[in-house]
Antibody, heavy 122, light 106 residues
Framework: QVQLVQSGAEVKNPGASIKVSCKAS????????IYWVRQAPGQGLEWMGW????????DYAQSFQGRVTMTRDTSTTTAYMELSSLTSDDTAVYYC???????????????WGQGTKVTVSS | EIVLTQSPATLSLSPGERASLSCRAS??????LAWYQQKPGQAPRLVIY???NRAAGIPARFSGSVSGRDFTLTINSLEPEDFAVYYC????????FGGGTKVEIK
């Protein structure tokens, strides 16, 4: 069925990097922008950036610029989010989500991955 | 940057009652506001988009409206599965989210 399936939970040391995958199924992957959103424990939702799966174009929230890289592999319909220089403040659940409307940069997010729990601890 | 302020932080209601959740935008905005429902341990789920359109599979007891800068999500006759946290979101320069309203069982 139509879904986004993310990679599993990870535990990382401070200073390390994390790469989370998000595999899309049963829809036209290149037609819908994908966002990455994170949620720290007990907190709200924070957007990190987006990728256009068709062109590979990206835009990142200012608070993550220089530390985040979003990529995609159209052959496997998978999006990736890599975050470097991890600190304990990066402990969170990371979600990928697709935009509702065809080729719209911004909009409602109508399909979410199940989330990837990332724990940063020494 | 548009800031979305949700109120109240917590709404304590009984099943069968009506819930009204508010999301106020810091400046005049268009109708591109969405609402999400999130239950513990689950990803958010789109409920309403573009102020008043129900997402696929969302029951008719959920509705959205706007008056000026004040957006409202109304849930008529709360069902047990409706108790959750609700977030509003606007497609401004950034994908802004509100801080959330928890609808809990009274």
């Amino acid at each position: 069925q139509v879904q986004l399936v993310q990679s599993g939970a990870e535990v990382k040391n401070p200073g390390a990097s994390i790469k989370v995958s998000c595999k899309a199924s049963e829809y036209t992957f290149i037609g819908y922008y994908i966002y990455w959103v994170r949620q720290a424990p007990g907190q709200g939702l924070e957007w990190m950036g987006w990728i256009n799966p068709n062109s590979g174009d990206t835009d990142y929230a200012q608070s993550f610029q220089g530390r985040v890289t979003m990529t995609r592999d159209t052959s496997t319909t998978t999006a990736y989010m890599e975050l470097s220089s991890l600190t304990s403040d990066d402990t969170a659940v990371y979600y990928c989500a697709k935009v509702l409307e065809w080729q719209q940069i911004k909009g409602a997010l109508d399909l979410w991955g199940q989330g990837t729990k990332v724990t940063v601890s020494s | 940057e548009i800031v979305l302020t949700q109120s109240p932080a917590t709404l304590s209601l009984s099943p069968g009652e009506r819930a009204s959740l508010s999301c106020r935008a810091s400046q005049n905005v268009n109708r591109y506001l969405a609402w999400y429902q999130q239950k513990p341990g689950q990803a958010p789920r789109l409920v309403i988009y573009d102020t008043s359109n129900r997402a696929a599979g969302i029951p008719a007891r959920f509705s959205g409206s706007v008056s000026g800068r004040d957006f409202t999500l109304t849930i008529n006759s709360l069902e047990p599965e409706d108790f959750a946290v609700y977030y509003c979101q606007h497609r401004s320069n950034w994908l802004t989210f509100g801080g959330g309203t928890k609808v809990e069982i009274k």
